[in-house]
């Protein structure tokens, strides 16, 4: 009986790492700017992009099922896109970041719509000079 629950405790750990590592392997990370996205928003869904810009409006928040998150708008020159990670990233306002995640035109959360959101959970973010 105790095997069994070791392995019932294992299996979300293992969903996890198979979705990490087919992500992973999977993903070709392009390079792109924001601008180049919001004008081609078609051919980035869906995709793994990194982009570079500084982090504006950053909110750390919790969820409804206790979950931290963290949110923010990634701004260049003129174009600003929206980043969301699960977390609570180490990144200040107005720091100039590198964000690598999965670039969603539209994307579908519950009862809310979420528009030019790059989901940065499973991929990256980090404050460069």
């Known amino acids: 009986m105790k095997i069994y629950?070791?392995?019932?405790?294992?299996?979300?750990?293992?969903?996890f790492l198979l979705f990490f590592i087919s992500f992973?392997?999977?993903a070709q990370v392009i390079k792109t700017t924001i601008g180049d996205i919001l004008v081609n928003p078609d051919k980035y869904d869906g995709k793994i992009v990194e982009v570079k810009g500084i982090a504006m409006s950053?909110?750390?928040?919790?969820?409804k099922r206790g979950n931290p998150y963290t949110t923010f708008k990634l701004?260049?020159?003129?174009?600003?896109?929206?980043?969301?990670s699960f977390g609570t990233l180490p990144i200040y306002e107005k720091d100039k970041v590198k964000v690598i995640?999965?670039?969603q035109k539209v994307?579908?959360?519950?009862?809310y719509v979420f528009y030019n959101e790059i989901d940065a959970?499973?991929?990256?973010?980090?404050?460069?000079r």
């Open 5 to 15: 629950k070791i392995r019932v405790s294992l299996l979300p750990l293992l969903i």
């Open 24 to 26: 992973v392997s999977n």
């Open 58 to 63: 950053v909110k750390f928040k919790i969820s």
């Open 75 to 84: 701004t260049d020159d003129s174009n600003t896109l929206t980043v969301f």
């Open 101 to 103: 995640g999965k670039y």
């Open 107 to 111: 994307k579908y959360v519950g009862g």
């Open 121 to 128: 959970s499973a991929g990256k973010v980090e404050s460069v």
